[in-house]
Structures are given as C-alpha cells and as structure tokens.
T-cell receptor
Framework: NAGVTQTPKFQVLKTGQSMTLQCAQD?????MYWYRQDPGMGLRLIYY???????DKGEVPNGYNVSRLNKREFSLRLESAAPSQTSVYFC????????????FGPGTRLTVL | GNSVTQMEGPVTLSEEAFLTINCTYT??????LFWYVQYPGEGLQLLLK?????DKGSNKGFEATYRKETTSFHLEKGSVQVSDSAVYFC????????????FGKGTRLSVIA
C-alpha cells in the first residue's frame, strides 16, 4: 500500500503560469481533500470531495479548481498562478466523515515567482 | 462553527522534560478529537485520537484525554526525546453530517539534548 501519493514534490512557476497537482490514494477511501500550509496559519482547506462525483469549496478556494477524476484520484489546478499561492500543498483522504482518521500525502512545495 | 485553538509555539524543552500542549475546541454536537504530528519535510500523521468524552488516546508515550466539561484535549508526554521535535496539530471532526476535519494552527516543539 502506497497510501496517499502526490506529484510533483517540488515546483517553481512564474506568475500567470498554470499547473495541476496530482493526488492518488490506494485505500479505497470515499473522501479526499486538498490543504495548503503556510507559516503561522496551520492547514487551510482548499477543496474537498466527499465522494466520487462531488466536490465542495473549503476555506480558501479562490484561484483553484479541482477534479475528482475517479475514486482514487483528486487533482488541484492553478489556472493562473500568483505569488500568494506559494505554499506547501497536502492531499489527504479518509473513509468518510464521522470520526475517521485522515491520511496525508508527503506534500508539494510550490513557489510562484 | 467548529474551531480549534491550541497554544502558540514554539516550545523548547530539554530532553526528558514534561510536555503539555494545550488544545481547546468549539463544536456543535459531539466531535471526535485528534492529535496529528508533522516531522520536518513530511506530511501529517495521526498521533492519537479520542471519539467520545472521557476517552484517553495514547501512542508513543503521548496521551490526551477528551474533556467535554472543559472542551479540551491537551497533549502530554512525561519525558520528551530529541526525536519528538516536530509540529503538533490538534483537530476535530463532527461525528455526524458531512463536515471536514478542522485543524488548529499547530505548535512547533523543539527538544534539545
């Protein structure tokens, strides 16, 4: 079991460029999440998908789009990157709401110049 | 709404010192409570959890008790090691309905030999 995997691990973009962060899980989990982590801010939820075919906005969705491609994969897209999106991005999954542990990927460190 | 407040760091301790990291929460209903740990350069991993009042979660010498009367879930360890240096996050999730995990802002712990 690989758990939750993310690609790429590191990325540098110029302002205005676009990119997609990939996330996959092999635990047959229903729910998947994207967070960003900034110094002093903890983890902030960007988008989540409670089940295949559904997505919902989290705390900080502006500037991002997501796609739940299938049960395993949940991607995060930056259409026009801005320096304020420089952050570490974590994907997570769990079996569903209601007290279930979330499993996290190793993170993608993104720098926007 | 649901929220988690944890003590601000950084916390610096000598090896074998006693650790307490305070966490209080606000939630509707009866949430499950978690402590996650993030080691340098890694994603978050579950340290311990408690799903109902008076439950005690424990793992790797760490403990936390779900106190409904004080809405708290303080993390404790009797004797810290250098290898415990990490960022610790308190989190909650409702046990019903479709709401994601809510995190505190994290507390950085540094243990010096």
């Amino acid at each position: 079991n690989a758990g939750v995997t993310q690609t790429p691990k590191f990325q540098v973009l110029k302002t205005g460029q676009s990119m997609t962060l990939q996330c996959a899980q092999d635990m047959n989990h229903n729910s998947m999440y994207w967070y960003r982590q900034d110094p002093g801010m903890g983890l902030r939820l960007i988008y989540y998908s409670a089940s295949e075919g559904t997505t919902d906005k989290g705390e900080v969705p502006n500037g991002y789009n997501v796609s739940r491609l299938n049960k395993r994969e949940f991607s995060l897209r930056l259409e026009s990157a801005a320096p304020s999106q420089t952050s570490v991005y974590f994907c997570a999954s769990n079996g569903g709401f209601g007290g279930h542990e979330q499993f996290f990927g190793p993170g993608t460190r993104l720098t926007v110049l | 709404g649901n929220s988690v407040t944890q003590m601000e760091g950084p916390v610096t301790l000598s090896e074998e010192a006693f650790l307490t990291i305070n966490c209080t929460y606000t939630a509707t209903g009866y949430p499950s409570l978690f402590w996650y740990v993030q080691y340098p350069g890694e994603g978050l991993q579950l340290l311990l959890k408690a799903t109902k009042a008076d439950d005690k979660g424990s793992n790797k010498g760490f403990e936390a008790t779900y106190r409904k009367e004080t809405t708290s879930f303080h993390l404790e360890k009797g004797s810290v090691q250098v290898s415990d240096s990490a960022v610790y996050f308190c989190a909650l999730i409702r046990n019903s309905g479709n709401t994601p995990l809510v995190f505190g802002k994290g507390t950085r712990l540094s243990v010096i030999a």
